[in-house]
């Protein structure tokens, strides 16, 4: 693994969170959380339940607005971010239940809604085929993805199949930020492992990565950066090899942070 | 080329399309044996006319439904089209008059569209209650009456033939022609199974979910306009109880050309396939003098039986796929 302080060394963040706070009801799901991500480098976001991981990765892809604070895309400070903000400056999350087209191939699933055109009749456009599998193959031969055939329905694919089709979907989308919510938690071994090579794949194409996962031995194998969250606050934000598991739990769990350390 | 690059749909298309292609071949050899003036070319031409005004209805609502929605209305806006397009006639210039039946026919499906954006429950509740409200509209402006009195330039379209085929029957095969490129070929028609396979898939993929939802529903309003206007034409006068049953027709022949109901999977070819079936199957058992009231239930039997065959088809599939897998598993172990 790549040493994250050589990532970090006058590199500016890529997508920082300022002094967030969001509010659902009375209830208050993230306080004042600040947050700086880099490309190329793979972080970890743990926590109980209800600790705000989901609030905090949906404000970053604008699916919901922080009640307090900003975020930066690069230079610029946006106090609402908005899907359409995000995905323009290419931010992408891959959720749990994936959204995938069950009814459509491979190819016409990772390149859904940026087809290449081959020519057009007033408003339609006709879909350069030849292109479009040409590109789908080329992103999902990038990341190492071995898939027997582009057409087959994805319906018929395994979990760790249609994961990945969901992944190369998502490079297709972003090059900036791409975001997993419990990328492995319905995952066997083998596609686990399978998965969290994918993602350290994305990363190292420059990609700031963000990993919801409740597994500390995925954490631990992936992340370049750790951050515990517990009831709406971060009380860890440091490099993985600074720093050890029983930390991190209690971290998460609100425990004394310093009987184990 | 194509096969290549959508053999998923493709292969369920082709099975179904040649299942019905056989089908289709089988009723005509047995009609033909008790009535061979069936195959006649003037026959056939009859049969034709007689399934393009579901035809052109079926194309759209084909579509609908593969984007994963559908409209139960297309029976009253047929009529709503037909007498409004008839009544017109007495007024303004025929071609303004077909015009107007064909335009009304899109605003009723935008109304439609509108209302299964707006209010998130099935599009069968919504349009069950348009079903109502636009067969109240059209007997309310006929007073439950036929038009009568049209002139006879407005029959001009429907009753046109060129070379030998009746004008509406040429409407169905450029129509189907173009839905065929539209469906299969260009980036709506792709999101159109797109949608229709998992909508928040397609949306989060950037597809303008309510432009197409609302574009499919008067697209298909649009073609069921065509298709009154045609039959109103045809007939020379409209009433207000034309296309009772009309969406069953049209429905039944979608789903019987592998349009799954659910949405995301389906063909032109195969829904062209279907009506020709279905009417070759209503016209045939007339001409070799069964009872017509058997057509309705061999109507029936050929949609049950064509979903079951589906059904049973890929659970089939399934089962081997699975043994394969489990071959392949102990096999590397």
């Known amino acids: ?261 | 080329m194509r096969a290549q690059n959508l053999p998923s749909t493709v292969a369920l298309i082709m099975g179904r399309s040649l299942g019905l292609l056989v089908a289709l071949v089988l009723t005509f050899l047995a009609i033909s044996l008790y009535s061979p003036q069936y195959l006649s070319i003037e026959n056939l031409l009859v049969v034709a006319l007689q399934v393009s005004f579901v035809g052109i209805a079926a194309i759209g609502t084909g579509c609908l439904i593969i984007s994963g929605n559908v409209d139960l209305s297309i029976g009253s806006q047929y009529a709503l089209c037909a007498v409004t397009s008839a009544m017109l006639a007495k007024s303004v210039s025929a071609p303004i008059a077909w015009m107007a039946g064909i335009f009304l026919g899109a605003v009723l499906g935008l109304v439609n569209g509108l209302l299964v954006w707006r209010v998130p429950i099935s599009p069968i509740i919504i349009t069950l209650g348009t079903l109502t409200i636009f067969r109240g509209i059209a007997l309310k402006i006929t007073n439950g009456f036929g038009v009568r009195g049209v002139p006879s330039s407005f029959a001009q379209l429907g009753q046109a033939v060129w070379l030998g085929v009746p004008m509406p029957v040429w409407i169905l095969v450029l129509l189907a022609g173009v839905a065929h490129i539209l469906l299969h070929s260009t980036k709506q028609g792709r999101h159109l199974f797109a949608f229709g396979g998992n909508r928040e898939a397609a949306e989060s993929a950037g597809i303008d979910g309510k432009r197409l939802v609302l574009v499919s529903f008067a697209v298909n309003g649009a073609l069921v306009g065509t298709s009154a206007v045609l039959a109103a034409s045809r007939f020379g006068s409209a009433a207000p109880t034309f296309g009772v049953g009309f969406e069953l027709d049209v429905i039944a022949a979608v789903i019987l050309g592998g349009v799954v109901f659910s949405g995301g999977e389906g063909s032109i070819v195969g829904i062209l396939l279907g009506i020709v079936l279905l009417g070759v199957i209503n016209s045939g058992l007339i001409s070799i003098g069964i009872d017509p009231h058997y057509t309705q239930m061999v109507k029936g039997l050929a949609l049950v039986f064509a979903v079951t065959l589906d059904q049973l088809t890929q659970e089939q599939q399934e089962r081997h796929r699975k043994k394969l897998a489990l071959g392949e598993r102990s096999s590397s172990a």
């Open chain 1, 1 to 261: 693994m790549t040493n994250p302080l050589s990532v970090h060394a006058g590199a500016q963040p890529l997508v920082r969170g300022v002094g967030i706070t969001k509010y659902f009801g009375g209830v208050r799901a993230l306080d004042n959380v600040s947050l700086d991500l880099f490309p190329g480098e793979v972080v970890a976001l743990v926590g109980d339940n209800g600790a705000g991981k989901s609030t905090l990765i949906k404000i970053l892809s604008g699916m919901y607005q922080a009640d307090e604070g900003s975020i930066w895309l690069g230079d610029v400070e946006l106090q609402h971010l908005t899907v359409r903000q995000a995905r323009a400056f290419g931010i992408e999350t891959v959720y749990q239940q994936l959204f995938l087209c069950d009814n459509l191939g491979a190819a016409a699933n990772v390149m859904l809604g940026q087809e290449p055109v081959k020519s057009r009749f007033g408003p339609f456009e006709i879909i350069d085929n030849k292109r479009l599998v040409e590109e789908a193959r080329k992103r999902i031969d990038e990341l190492g993805i071995t898939l027997s055939n582009l057409f087959t329905p994805v319906r018929r694919f395994s979990g760790g199949q249609r994961q990945a089709i969901a992944i190369a979907r998502a490079t297709v989308n972003a090059d900036r930020l791409i975001q997993f919510d419990e990328p492995t938690a319905a995952l066997g071994v083998r596609q686990t492992k399978a998965t969290l090579e994918l993602i350290q794949r994305v990363a190292a194409k420059g990609i700031a990565v963000v990993v919801i996962s409740h597994n500390l031995d995925d954490v631990f194998a992936i992340a370049h950066r750790i951050v515990a969250m517990r009831l709406g606050r971060i009380t860890l934000d440091t490099f993985a090899d600074q720093t050890t598991r029983a930390h991190v739990i209690a971290c998460m769990t609100g425990l004394s942070s310093r009987q184990d350390a």
